[in-house]
T-cell receptor, first 112, second 112 residues
Framework: DAGVTQSPTHLIKTRGQHVTLRCSPI?????VSWYQQVLGQGPQFIFQ???????GRGNFPDRFSARQFPNYSSELNVNALLLGDSALYLC???????????FGSGTRLTVV | QQQVKQSPQSLIVQKGGISIINCAYENTAFDYFPWYQQFPGKGPALLIA?????SEKKEGRFTISFNKSAKQFSLHIMDSQPGDSATYFC???????????FGKGTLLTVNP
């Protein structure tokens, strides 16, 4: 069984640019969450989607947005990139969005 | 505001020893407490989780001890092995908030 897949694995962007990160959940999982993990810290919650509806949003600026598609895959978009956006972006899927979160290996974003 | 406090920041244990990592939380609405293991370049992987209606849960060499009145929980790794060397995160989730709140992590090194 395929786990949570994220693409790309690594990305380098310039300040001010826009980036789109993608996530495919485990088959059958209807919920996708996004987390940002800065080096040396625990993951910080950005968004959760369940059945294509936003169910929660963390303390991140409006430059961050996301959506979930009918096949339950998801995109995270970040506009006007700042150096501080450099981090590992993690996607987690679960059946209902309540328990049993499975994380992908993440996308390493570097903003220069 | 850090809602889940984790200690120690780093831990060195000899092979065969017991590794103990502690976490404390503030939000009494939390009702699910997972522990994650993360290797460099990988996403967090669920190790073991507990609900507050039990005081202890054991899976193989990993045990969670939970003290609801003290709002504390801990991970014990028995017979620690060099392959256990990784960063460990405690987390909590609960109430109407579906996000996982993570501790800052503990870097465990098990010497052979």
């Amino acid at each position: 069984d395929a786990g949570v897949t994220q693409s790309p694995t690594h990305l380098i962007k310039t300040r001010g640019q826009h980036v789109t990160l993608r996530c495919s959940p485990i088959s059958g999982h209807k919920s996708v969450s996004w987390y940002q993990q800065v080096l040396g810290q625990g993951p910080q919650f950005i968004f959760q989607y369940y059945e294509k509806e936003e169910r929660g949003r963390g303390n991140f600026p409006d430059r961050f947005s996301a959506r979930q598609f009918p096949n339950y895959s998801s995109e995270l978009n970040v506009n006007a990139l700042l150096l501080g956006d450099s981090a590992l972006y993690l996607c987690a899927s679960s059946l209902s969005g309540s328990y049993g979160y499975t994380f992908g290996s993440g996308t390493r974003l570097t903003v220069v | 505001q850090q809602q889940v406090k984790q200690s120690p920041q780093s831990l060195i244990v000899q092979k065969g020893g017991i590794s103990i990592i502690n976490c404390a939380y503030e939000n009494t609405a939390f009702d699910y407490f997972p522990w994650y293991q993360q290797f460099p370049g990988k996403g967090p992987a669920l190790l073991i989780a507990i609900r507050p209606d039990v005081s202890e849960k054991k899976e193989g060499r990993f045990t969670i001890s939970f003290n609801k009145s003290a709002k504390q929980f801990s991970l014990h790794i028995m017979d620690s092995q060099p392959g256990d060397s990784a960063t460990y995160f405690c987390a909590a989730r609960g109430g109407s908030n579906y996000k996982l709140t993570f501790g800052k992590g503990t870097l465990l090194t098990v010497n052979p």
